[in-house]
């Protein structure tokens, strides 16, 4: 008898120990603040326009082809780039470099010209230098202004949100090479 109330006691004693040490109220992973206590960030809305330079050819491409149908052309179904294109202030391409231009389109429309694209600008100058805002969306093309929604970004662009407007400002049709301007229209904190 003594033996089953000694073991039952320390069975007792283990599960307030262990209890006690993973109980809910130590090692909080998820803590919820009253919206009273929490200090709301001002949004902010930003209005950033710059030159995208796309390059399939030459001996330093900024785009290159990843997959797709073996002998087809830049401009049939399946065909994917991954692409690390420079951003500039300006069309030239001598122009001040801003950023890159991060990510993969692919050609997603079998009866059409319309671009999948996944790009993050990553910013190296200026104020927004270290920051990124990233987009995804359909990419028509022949369109004269295409519209891609802005789906976050990071440093001085954290939560953002908005569109982007590209409209081509120059193409090479022999090489696809390819100057494209972004006005963006951010929301931020």
Not at 168 to 184: H, M, P, Q, R
């Amino acid at each position: 008898m003594s033996s089953f109330v000694t073991c039952h006691a320390l069975s007792i004693l283990f599960f307030i120990v262990f209890s006690t040490l993973f109980s809910t109220n130590y090692g909080v992973f998820i803590k919820e603040f009253p919206e009273a206590n929490v200090r709301k960030p001002v949004e902010k809305r930003s209005h950033l326009q710059f030159y995208l330079h796309d390059t399939l050819d030459g001996k330093s491409p900024s785009a290159v082809r990843i997959a797709g149908l073996p002998n087809s052309t830049f401009m049939n179904f399946t065909n994917t780039m991954i692409a690390d294109d420079p951003l500039t202030g300006g069309p030239k391409p001598t122009s001040k470099l801003v950023g890159r231009a991060q990510g993969v389109y692919a050609m997603a429309a079998k009866n059409d010209v319309a671009l999948l694209t996944v790009l993050n600008f990553a910013f190296l100058e200026g104020k927004h230098n270290g920051s990124s805002i990233s987009i995804v969306g359909r990419n028509h093309v022949f369109d004269a202004v295409r519209e891609m929604p802005i789906i976050g970004g990071s440093g001085l662009f954290r939560f953002a949100r908005g569109y982007a407007l590209a409209n081509t400002f120059w193409v090479d049709s022999k090489t696809g090479d390819a100057i494209v301007e972004y006005n963006l229209f951010v929301w931020h904190f």
